[in-house]
Structure formats: structure tokens, C-alpha cells
């Protein structure tokens, strides 16, 4: 399937969603969003902070509490986590795809 993204722009941290967009229309603070995630508000500002990615843990609570699914956050942090190992290609520039005829047999 054929994103409409443009690969080439940085996908949005989950956490920028919750800042910009989820904690305003709710009008919580950090602290009691934490409070209702049974999280540190430590962890919360780090995420709100994109100074850590979106756990699965984290993304099982933000979902039940945001009655959204826990995969529609972890796509984002995928697609964050995709995009920022593809800026440093030369860790791979040195992997030889098996070819398919080897895999076959």
C-alpha cells in the first residue's frame, strides 16, 4: 500500500500529537495525564518532549485512556523509528540481499 507521506519529511513523534494537539483539546496538564496513564510525570515530559519514543506499554495506556486503538500510536512511532534509522544508510550499505532462487531451495 502506497503511503500518501512524503517520505523524505520526518513523520511526527507521537509525543507532539499528545502536546500540540490531545493535551490542549483536553485541557490536562501533564501531570494529570500522567496521573491517569499510572505513569512518572517524568515519563510524560519526556515523551511530550521527543526525548523518548512511544513504548508499547505507553501506547496500551494512551489508547484505553484515549479510547483509540494502541496501534494507530505505535504506527507513528514505527514510522518515526523507520525514517530516522533510513538517515544513516551506511550501516546497511554493507548487506548483500540473498537472492530469491537461494531462499527457494
Do not use: Y
Not at 9 to 37: C, N, S, Y
Not at 65 to 92: F, I, V
Amino acid at each position: 500500500m502506497k503511503s500518501l507521506r512524503d517520505s523524505n519529511r520526518r513523520p511526527t513523534h507521537p509525543g507532539a500529537i499528545l502536546r500540540e494537539d490531545v493535551l490542549p483539546a483536553l485541557d490536562m496538564t501533564q501531570t494529570e495525564f500522567a496521573k491517569r496513564l499510572g505513569v512518572s510525570r517524568l515519563t510524560v515530559s519526556e515523551l511530550l518532549l521527543e526525548k523518548r519514543g512511544l513504548s508499547a506499554e505507553i501506547a496500551l495506556r494512551v489508547g484505553k485512556l484515549l479510547n483509540t486503538t494502541p496501534e494507530s500510536w505505535l504506527r507513528m512511532q514505527t514510522a518515526l523509528d523507520l525514517w530516522q534509522a533510513r538517515q544513516k544508510p551506511e550501516g546497511l550499505s554493507k548487506i548483500k540481499p540473498i537472492k530469491q532462487e537461494a531462499l527457494a531451495a
